[in-house]
């Protein structure tokens, strides 16, 4: 069965800082990997996704994540912080042959200003 | 275009109740996920809807819960019997099918049950 371990419950910045976010995933083989953002009292919105190729993925709102297979990793970063980033953020591993996501406890990030 | 939406958006019932939670998916998706939030928690995997095919329950904590879809259209999750630990945020999402496409899900806003 697949997992997601998030380490970091709550992480705070100071805005302009650089982020990095933890997520570390077990799974069989190369699993499909993702980063949701959930902002207070609103759905979750996909920040970025890996299916394979290039193991640096870019997505929205200037977020990248690299996949790294030998530390079972997919981090997520940033290189300078908003305000507007605060929020929880969710990572979240699919298998191939399969259909549900497994998410991660998540992280919930505060901006200092 | 339009995207997932779910009603109600907030849902206070008492114990020992049922209560039916509506999710209409982005047109054309035929894949059809709930997920259940408890607070400060990742989400759980409850159910899956593919097109025709028998849905996927693994996910279904008690008999308690059932879901129903028509079609490649709405679905309705029903929990009966309310329990206070069945409160929190359940989450739709839906998708494409085939190939990545059915992995990359989109949510909607969630439905917040509290049972008191």
């Known amino acids: 069965a697949q997992s997601v371990t998030q380490p970091d419950i709550h992480i705070t910045v100071s805005e302009g800082a650089s982020l990095e976010l933890r997520c570390n995933y077990s799974y069989g083989a190369t699993p499909y990997l993702f980063w949701y953002v959930q902002s207070p009292g609103q759905g979750l919105q996909l920040l970025l996704k890996y299916f394979s190729g290039d193991t640096l993925v870019q997505g929205i709102k200037g977020f990248e994540a690299e996949f790294k297979r030998s530390q079972s990793s997919f981090n997520l970063r940033k290189p300078s912080v908003h305000w507007s980033d605060a929020a929880e953020y969710f990572c979240?591993?699919?298998?191939?042959?399969?259909?549900?996501?497994?998410f991660g406890g998540g992280t919930r990030l505060m901006v200092k200003p | 275009g339009a995207g997932v939406s779910q009603s109600p958006s907030n849902k206070v019932t008492e114990k020992g109740k049922d209560v039916e939670l509506r999710c209409d998916p982005i047109s054309g998706h035929t894949a059809l996920y709930w997920y259940r939030q408890r607070l400060g928690q990742g989400l759980e995997f409850l159910i899956y809807f593919q097109g025709n095919s028998a849905p996927d329950k693994s996910g279904l904590p008690s008999d308690r819960f059932s879901a129903e879809r028509t079609g490649e259209s709405v679905s309705t999750l029903t929990i009966q019997r309310t329990q206070q630990e069945d409160s929190a945020v359940y989450l739709c999402a839906s998708s494409l099918q085939g190939g990545t496409r059915l992995v990359e899900q989109y949510f909607g806003p969630g439905t917040r049950l509290t049972v008191t």
């Open positions: 979240a591993v699919g298998a191939r042959a399969g259909n549900m996501l497994t």
